[in-house]
């Protein structure tokens, strides 16, 4: 009998060099997987199993993760409003991981005998797939042809041409990764670094014009309603601030970091719903957050953001940080307002009964209530001692030299 490979197979040329590889030249019966996060519509997913039958999979599976990557990865993200290097929303990095267990967990119930992806040995998705397949699936071997054989484009074409499969490779110009939480663009603009995308490179194009005006709800630090329409679907709520926002060419960026094999790379990105929901959301919470709940969930969602990037997201203390971040969400309940314009937007302000800016005790920059003048004469001195310590010593010392 010929031994069994599951594939993660996404229907690119990688993929599908290596599902006519593993098939023809290494001769194992193929099984592909595709691991929906929210980036296909159910056309797309009906033409990639065409494909993979087409290049001789013995079986093809859809494997929709969508809800379990919003529950147990964006809704974290969105209470952390984790932007890798302050930009980056953690786009592809997130979903890679809940595609490599889905994929270890498919190849499991099937008993295969190895596992197969077509990364290459020269950024962060062989670090993601290998990693928790190695974890989840400790006994099956791992086969990676595409890096193994440092293919180059051109081979991978004129193999699949050889064979007999017939594609428009020309429109693979550009490699594209669409998921929930925003898609990434890999171009020779992003090899680059004094290059940017072209216009035509965003799958987003800019339809609208003028400005509109949008509103998010959150209810306990999740959407709970857009323009007053209520969402108990999370997933719905993402898609549809998408819909409003990508037409207006809202986040668009481009993404400079540093990847987990040590070396740089630069990614172009557009993430519309990701970028104004952390955005709006990091409002709410500045006006329903103390001082304290601030600081450290901004340390340990970065470090949060840190691991799930670098294919952490099975560390136990990962679940200790989303522990702290579902606390910290108890009094984020509020609308925040927005302003969208062609490929940029505005944060009006927000309504929540659980601002802290309303207080009785005074009103910033205008009438103290809570303390006396006094008071704050005796609280300024007190706090200024350590300093008139400091000044008072240095001043001694320079006048006795």
């Known amino acids: 009998m010929k031994k069994k490979v599951v594939l993660a197979f996404s229907g690119g040329l990688d993929t599908s060099f290596c599902a006519m590889y593993l098939s023809k030249d290494l001769g194992y019966e193929v099984y592909t997987a595709i691991a929906n996060t929210g980036g296909f519509s159910q056309e797309e997913l009906k033409t990639i199993e065409e494909k993979a039958y087409k290049l001789g999979a013995a079986q093809h599976v859809t494997l929709d993760v969508t809800q379990e990557y919003y529950d147990k990865s964006i809704k974290y993200m969105i209470y952390g409003n984790v932007l890798r290097n302050g930009t980056y929303p953690i786009s592809v990095s997130s979903e890679r991981i809940f595609q490599a267990i889905a994929i270890a967990n498919y190849a499991k119930e099937v008993n295969a005998d190895a596992i197969a992806h077509g990364s290459t040995g020269a950024g962060n998705d062989q670090i993601r797939f290998d990693l928790t397949f190695t974890v989840l699936a400790p006994n099956m071997e791992i086969i990676t042809p595409t890096r193994d054989m440092i293919l180059t484009r051109e081979y991978e074409i004129n193999y699949l041409r050889d064979h007999g499969y017939q594609a428009d490779f020309a429109k693979m110009e550009y490699s594209i990764n669409k998921g929930l939480w925003g898609t990434s663009i890999g171009g020779k603009e992003t090899l680059q670094s004094e290059q940017t995308l072209p216009e035509e490179a965003y799958p987003s194009q800019v339809e609208k014009q003028g400005t509109e005006e949008l509103s998010i709800s959150f209810e306990k630090g999740e959407i709970s309603a857009i323009n007053g329409e209520l969402f108990t679907n999370k997933v719905a709520a993402i898609n549809k601030i998408n819909d409003i926002a990508s037409a207006y060419g809202i986040g668009r960026d481009m993404h400079i970091g540093d990847t987990i094999i040590g070396i740089k790379g630069r990614v172009g990105f557009e993430a519309a719903a990701p970028i104004i929901i952390i955005n709006a959301h990091k409002m709410l919470e500045k006006h329903t957050l103390s001082k304290w709940q601030q600081y450290w969930k901004d340390q340990v969602s970065t470090w949060y953001g840190m691991f799930l990037h670098e294919a952490q997201y099975l560390e136990p203390v990962m679940r200790d940080i989303e522990a702290m ?33 309303k207080t009785e005790l005074g009103e910033y920059g205008e009438v103290q209530k809570g303390w006396t003048a006094e008071d704050a004469k005796g609280f300024i001195k007190v706090l200024s001692t350590p300093l008139r310590v400091y000044y008072t010593n240095q001043n001694k010392n320079n006048k006795e030299n």
């Open 325 to 357: 971040l579902d606390s910290s969400q108890e009094n984020v309940n509020g609308t925040v307002k927005l302003i969208l314009r062609p490929y940029s937007y505005t944060l009006v302000g927000v309504e929540s009964e659980f601002d802290l800016v």
